[in-house]
T-cell receptor
């Protein structure tokens, strides 16, 4: 079974600052994908970034980047130049092959003006 | 392109009543999922389907049933609703095969059982 742990239930950051959200996971699969989803107050689930486990290079999408440490089974999300619109719940997730997405419990991020 | 559509968006049920949540996707996706979201618990998988006519249990299947008679639809049923089933329900779908496939989510259904 795959598991995902997000150890920070809530975080806050000043506007324009950088924040890092932590995620660790466990899987017995050799090939898998990792995801960060954002859920704003609208409740819509939005894909932020994804990482292929067999790629060593960390994924980057504009202000969002990940620090993928495969041996440590760690997949943290860094948000640079935080904006008020980044205020949301953030979920880390993993899946491999035909297995469904497994989510962590989420981190509630508040960006403060 | 509607993507993933859930019906209804809100519902209040009395304990013991039954209801069906409908999930429809127009992306020809093979895989479909039902999750429930509770405060502090993240999204937990209820049931899922890897193709038309197939279903499988997820992490929290008790009290729910599902059907996938048509590829584009995935129904979630509550036969006898209980207050513990008060939650926000999300449907998701994605293509089958490779790993690099994004899951697309519906807008959620807020269900309250009184």
């Amino acid at each position: 079974a795959q598991t995902v742990t997000q150890s920070q239930p809530e975080m806050s950051v000043q506007e324009a600052e950088t924040v890092t959200l932590s995620c660790t996971y466990d899987t017995s699969e050799s090939n898998y994908y990792l995801f960060w989803y954002k859920q704003p107050p609208s409740r819509q689930m939005i894909l932020v970034i994804r990482q292929e486990a067999y790629k060593q290079q960390n994924a980057t999408e504009n202000r969002f980047s990940v620090n993928f440490q495969k041996a440590a089974k760690s997949f943290s999300l860094k948000i640079s130049d935080s904006q008020l619109g980044d205020t949301a719940m953030y979920f880390c997730a993993v899946h491999s092959g035909n297995t469904p997405l497994v989510f962590g419990k989420g981190t509630r991020l508040s960006v403060i003006a | 392109n509607a993507g993933v559509t859930q019906t209804p968006k809100f519902r209040v049920l009395k304990t013991g009543q039954s209801m069906t949540l409908l999930c429809a996707q127009d992306m020809n996706h093979e895989y479909m999922y039902w999750y429930r979201q509770d405060p502090g618990m993240g999204l937990r998988l209820i049931h899922y389907s890897v193709g038309e006519g197939t279903t499988a249990k997820g992490e929290v299947p008790d009290g729910y049933n599902v059907s996938r008679l048509k590829k584009q639809n995935f129904l979630l049923g509550l036969e006898s609703a209980a207050p513990s089933q008060t939650s926000v329900y999300f449907c998701a779908s994605r293509t089958g095969g490779g790993l690099n496939t994004e899951a697309f989510f519906g807008q959620g259904t807020r269900l309250t059982v009184v």
